[in-house]
Structures are given as C-alpha cells and as structure tokens.
C-alpha cells in the first residue's frame, strides 16, 4: 500500500507562483505513472499533468506552458511547479500513483489564487 502527502498548496495572488510536492511512503518505479489532478468546487476531478515512463509529459490544455510537471525516482517524489497562477485554477490538488496492480491518491492540498 503505497501512501501519498502531498504539500506546498495555499493561498497566492494572481500571476504569483507556488510549487507543490508529493511524497510516496514506498519505492515508485521509474516506469509507473505519477501525476496531479485538481477538483475545484461542484465540479469533477480532472487530470492537470501526468508523467509516464519515459514519455513526454502530458498536461490539460488549461495549464499547458504555466505549468511543469518533475519527478525525482530516487526519493520517490513528484512536484508541480505552478506558475502565473490565476483565479481558476483555485482547487484541491491530488497526488496520484499507478503501478501495475493499483493506484493510489493522496489527501489533497488546497490551492487558492486570489487577491
């Protein structure tokens, strides 16, 4: 059972920046997804950047070249770099792990962008 925490969310100004990391308590390997997702309120879970193998990362159009998606195998991590944050993008953020028996998801950490 792999667990995830999440950290670095919390409130931030339009066009300001913060970077989220997400810690798996066991070994992820190099070939298994990583990726964060968002839910913001009355409104579905949807991907936001993906990592997979050694593909290219994936990201939602709505985020695509504002954020970047990295992963550190050694330590089992993966981060999100938020940059020129807006409004929208105000959500819960989810740590997700699949391997290839189960997946797994974090608590969240809540992201809020606003004057």
């Known amino acids: 059972q792999v667990r995830l925490a999440e950290s670095g969310g919390g409130l931030v100004q339009p066009g300001g920046s913060l970077r989220l990391s997400c810690g798996a308590s066991?070994?992820?390997?190099?070939?298994?997804?990583m990726a964060w997702y968002r839910q913001a309120p009355g409104k579905e879970r949807e991907l936001v950047a993906r990592?997979?193998?050694?593909?290219?990362?994936e990201y939602a159009r709505s985020v695509q070249d504002r954020f970047i998606i990295s992963r550190d195998n050694a330590k089992n991590m993966v981060f999100l770099q938020m940059n020129s944050l807006k409004p929208e993008d105000t959500a819960v953020y989810y740590c997700?792990?699949?391997?290839?028996?189960?997946?797994?998801w974090g608590r969240g950490t809540q992201v809020t962008v606003s004057l």
């Open positions: 997700y792990v699949r391997d290839s028996t189960s997946e797994y």
């Open positions: 066991e070994t992820v390997l190099a070939r298994d997804a």
């Open positions: 990592l997979r193998g050694g593909r290219d990362p």
